[in-house]
C-alpha cells in the first residue's frame, strides 16, 4: 500500500508540473456554509428515548425471545445515535468554529459532550441520557448565538417529552 501511495505521489507531482494544478483551500470537506446542531439533538433525543425502552422492557423476563430481540435493537440503535451526537458536534468544532469563537467553556463543553456521549453508549441510564441532552441542547443555544440568531426551547413532539432548541425566525 505505501508503494502505491508513494506512486500516486510521483504521478500527481509530475502532472502539477505539466499541468499546474490550482491550490483550493476550504475550512471543510465541502464549504456549504450548512451547518445545524438539530441532528445532534435529535439523536440525543433518540438515545434518551431508547433508554426508556430498555427500562421498560427489563421488566420482562429476559428468556422471552422478542424481548431479547427487543433489548439487543434498542441497545444498538442508542450506540449508533450517542456516536452520530458525537459526529455531528465534531462536524460542527472542526468545520465551522473558528478560533475566536472557541472560549475555554466551549471547549470543555464539546469535551463534555464527547464524554457524555460515551458515557451514554456504556450506560442504559436515562438520567445518564438526559444530562447528553442537556450539554447538546447548551451546545445548540451556544450555536445559533454566534450566528447572531435567538433561539427559543420548544416542547419536542418525541415520546421523551423533552424540550429541543430552534432558531426563532
Given at each position: 500500500?505505501?508503494?502505491?501511495?508513494?506512486?500516486?505521489?510521483?504521478?500527481?507531482?509530475?502532472?502539477?508540473?505539466?499541468?499546474?494544478?490550482e491550490?483550493v483551500?476550504?475550512?471543510?470537506?465541502?464549504?456549504?456554509?450548512?451547518?445545524?446542531?438539530?441532528?445532534?439533538?435529535?439523536?440525543?433525543?433518540?438515545?434518551?428515548?431508547?433508554?426508556?425502552?430498555?427500562?421498560?422492557?427489563?421488566q420482562?423476563?429476559?428468556?422471552?425471545t422478542?424481548?431479547?430481540?427487543?433489548?439487543?435493537?434498542?441497545?444498538?440503535?442508542?450506540?449508533?445515535?450517542?456516536?452520530?451526537?458525537?459526529h455531528?458536534?465534531?462536524i460542527?468544532?472542526?468545520?465551522?468554529?473558528?478560533?475566536?469563537?472557541?472560549?475555554?467553556?466551549v471547549?470543555?463543553?464539546?469535551?463534555?459532550?464527547?464524554?457524555?456521549?460515551?458515557?451514554?453508549?456504556?450506560?442504559?441510564?436515562v438520567n445518564?441520557?438526559?444530562?447528553?441532552?442537556?450539554?447538546?441542547?447548551?451546545?445548540?443555544?451556544?450555536?445559533?448565538?454566534?450566528?447572531?440568531?435567538?433561539?427559543?426551547?420548544?416542547?419536542?413532539a418525541?415520546?421523551?417529552?423533552e424540550?429541543?432548541?430552534?432558531?426563532?425566525?
Amino acid at each position: 500500500m505505501d508503494a502505491l501511495n508513494a506512486a500516486a505521489k510521483l504521478v500527481l507531482s509530475a502532472a502539477d508540473k505539466v499541468i499546474g494544478f490550482e491550490t483550493v483551500e476550504a475550512h471543510c470537506d465541502i464549504p456549504c456554509g450548512i451547518y445545524d446542531p438539530h441532528q445532534a439533538q435529535v439523536a440525543a433525543h433518540t438515545v434518551l428515548r431508547m433508554d426508556m425502552l430498555i427500562a421498560e422492557t427489563a421488566q420482562v423476563p429476559p428468556t422471552d425471545t422478542s424481548t431479547r430481540n427487543k433489548m439487543i435493537r434498542y441497545v444498538t440503535v442508542k450506540e449508533q445515535h450517542a456516536e452520530l451526537v458525537k459526529h455531528e458536534i465534531r462536524i460542527i468544532w472542526g468545520d465551522y468554529i473558528k478560533p475566536e469563537m472557541a472560549t475555554p467553556e466551549v471547549h470543555k463543553l464539546v469535551w463534555d459532550i464527547m464524554k457524555a456521549a460515551s458515557k451514554a453508549k456504556q450506560d442504559a441510564d436515562v438520567n445518564t441520557a438526559k444530562d447528553l441532552l442537556s450539554k447538546v441542547q447548551q451546545f445548540a443555544e451556544w450555536f445559533w448565538k454566534t450566528k447572531d440568531v435567538k433561539t427559543k426551547r420548544v416542547k419536542s413532539a418525541y415520546p421523551t417529552n423533552e424540550e429541543i432548541i430552534m432558531p426563532q425566525m
